[in-house]
């Protein structure tokens, strides 16, 4: 609100503007209550518009949220993408993990978001779907690691997979302890990964004796 001549009027904002204000407002809901939690009533309400005016953007609640996910999924991985320059492995491990908990610490809501995976959404915008693309992106370089020491690379994909969830679940508990600091956080989870990933087995047996093995 702006205030001329002693008289309060509304600013006017662009479409553009609008559909961000909408935006976030939407985002800051489904974070605080899920997307069964929220509606549209609210989102306008704390909008300061009407109803119209947010279905004019999004057209109903399943698109405002699609559209909150997609951009939370494209920011953190962007970020992620982003951090990863160095060139030693572990030190990509350590970039990665910081990323993900730096966005964590920062955009608190927009994790949220994505940790309440709604019943309606694909794969591809669920935490899980997050998790497989971030997955996606680390798993070349777990692969040229891999490489370099002898190791297949066919399995790559598979320790990729448990190197994110790894640290994606850490950072959700996280997300409400918030102790230690992010910087050591990420160095006990770069520690425990790294000095595991340095003494693999390259062909790994299981150690548990068959249920029938008297001396199990």
Do not use: C
């Not at 160095?86 to 908990?101: I, S, V």
């Not at 520690?191 to 249920?211: C, D, F, K, R, T």
């Amino acid at each position: 609100m702006a205030e001329v001549g002693g008289e309060r009027r509304r600013v006017r904002m662009t479409a553009a503007q609008r559909r961000e204000q909408v935006l976030g407002v939407g985002r800051a809901l489904f974070a605080e209550r899920g997307y069964d939690g929220a509606s549209m009533e609210e989102v306008a309400a704390r909008a300061g518009v009407s109803k119209p005016v947010v279905y004019e953007h999004f057209g109903d609640k399943e698109k405002l949220y699609h559209a909150v996910v997609d951009r939370e999924v494209r920011a953190l991985l962007e970020q992620i993408t982003a951090a990863l320059t160095a060139g030693h492995p572990r030190r990509l491990l350590e970039q990665a993990t910081l990323a993900l908990l730096r966005y964590i610490e920062e955009d608190t809501d927009g994790f949220r978001v994505l940790m309440r995976d709604s019943p309606m959404m694909s794969d591809g915008g669920s935490f899980a779907g997050l998790l497989n693309e971030v997955a996606h992106r680390v798993q070349h370089h777990v692969a040229a690691g891999f490489a370099a020491r002898g190791y297949d690379r066919g399995l790559a994909e598979l320790y990729a997979q448990a190197l994110t969830g790894l640290v994606a679940f850490t950072g959700r508990w996280w997300l409400d302890v918030r102790q230690p600091p992010r910087e050591v956080v990420a160095t006990h989870l770069v520690n425990l990964v790294w000095n595991g990933l340095a003494h693999l087995e390259h062909e790994p047996h299981p150690n548990v004796a068959p249920a029938s093995d008297p001396d199990a």
